[in-house]
């Protein structure tokens, strides 16, 4: 086996144990989520964050109105604030170190943010499609 057929064998193992981890029942942050997508004119990464509150059902729920917040389709609700940074590191520092108080309450999903601020970045610096996981 090639170095380039070795290379593509892992990253197939890599694409497939990431995408058996993406179906995994996650709990989610009381204090809210972020949509996050790369802005192509500006070359920066941003972060909407929204507030929710959790109710018993363990739903998100929108806490002006009390619905539940869907997770797929689009959903027409004001963010509370938005982060940019022109990396990831950027904008983790942004998030998590120059707000207070800090937007994210749990550590699974402040480590969910730097993956995904990762892969946003590494989608802006090579032209390619970013797809929030």
Do not use: W
């Not at 192509?40 to 059902?57: D, F």
């Not at 590191?89 to 993956?115: M, N, S």
Request: proline content about 5%; charged content about 20%.
């Amino acid at each position: 086996m090639n170095l380039t057929a070795e290379t593509n064998s892992l990253a197939q193992q890599l694409h497939a144990i990431d995408d058996q981890l993406s179906k995994r029942s996650l709990a989610l942050d009381p204090s809210g989520y972020f949509i996050i997508y790369v802005d192509r004119q500006q070359n920066l990464i941003c972060a909407k964050y929204y507030s929710n509150i959790i109710n018993e059902q363990g739903l998100a729920v929108d806490p002006e109105t009390g619905k539940p917040i869907p997770a797929r389709g689009k959903v027409d609700r004001q963010a509370m604030q938005l982060f940019t940074g022109r990396t990831a590191k950027e904008l983790c520092v942004e998030i998590f170190e120059q707000t207070q108080p800090c937007p994210v309450t749990l550590f699974d999903h402040a480590a969910y943010l730097g993956r995904e601020a990762q892969r946003a970045e590494l989608a802006l610096l090579q032209q390619q499609e970013y797809i929030q996981d």
